[in-house]
């Protein structure tokens, strides 16, 4: 069988542990350090002509300030639609319509409100792990089915299952370094 191929295999969770960084780099990028991002209103969809659009879709996305950020509809008819889907994306930002430009003030964290948001940080950086150790397990039962089956040798089998821990070795290593300078972000004043 060409999936059972262990070079197949080690490539098929390489891909799949590179997609976990990715989502957990977009997870991390999705939590508010009191800093402002125009990432943080990625999740936001906005209600434009009868569907459900990103707002970098309907506006410019400005960050003039390290504590503002700013967003200026194409079409003026929709900042009120804006105004709304900011609000009801519960991101904890107050926005300010002056009928032209929305203004979003990003309020200073207290350290009750860093510490909830490193809990967070730190569940979706376990799940990353998590998903990655799933991954790594797949390949491995693969590696050894192809050798029950006779289509890899032992030492085959032996060396690729290796070559897979020090790949889930490198990738948990980086979603350490993920968190740890997402912690750092979150608790700088």
């Keep these: 069988?060409?999936?059972n191929k262990p070079e197949t295999i080690l490539q098929d969770a390489k891909r799949?542990?590179?997609a976990s960084v990715e989502n957990i780099t977009a997870e991390?990028?999705?939590i508010r350090t009191g800093k402002a991002s125009a990432?943080?209103?990625d999740a936001v969809r906005v209600e434009y002509y009868g569907a459900q659009v990103p707002i970098k879709q309907v506006a410019n996305i400005g960050v003039p300030e390290p504590r503002?950020?700013?967003i200026q509809p194409w079409d003026r008819t929709v900042i009120g639609a804006?105004?709304?889907a900011i609000l009801k994306a519960d991101l904890g930002l107050n926005p300010i319509n002056d009928g032209h430009l929305i203004r979003l003030p990003i309020p200073e964290l207290t350290e009750e409100r860093r510490k909830e948001l490193v809990k967070v940080c730190k569940k979706i950086a376990e799940e990353g792990r998590i998903a990655v150790r799933n991954v790594r397990r797949d390949a491995n039962d693969k590696l050894k089915l192809a050798e029950k089956n006779h289509e890899i040798s032992e030492d085959d089998s032996h060396r690729y299952q290796e070559k897979v821990q020090e790949l889930t070795d490198e990738i948990?290593?980086?979603?350490?370094?993920l968190l740890e300078k997402k912690e750092a972000e979150i608790m700088e004043e």
């Design 1 to 3: 069988m060409a999936d």
């Design 16 to 18: 799949r542990m590179r």
């Design 28 to 30: 991390l990028a999705k």
């Design 39 to 41: 990432a943080l209103l």
């Design 68 to 70: 503002l950020i700013t």
């Design 82 to 84: 804006i105004e709304k």
């Design 172 to 177: 948990i290593k980086e979603i350490d370094q």
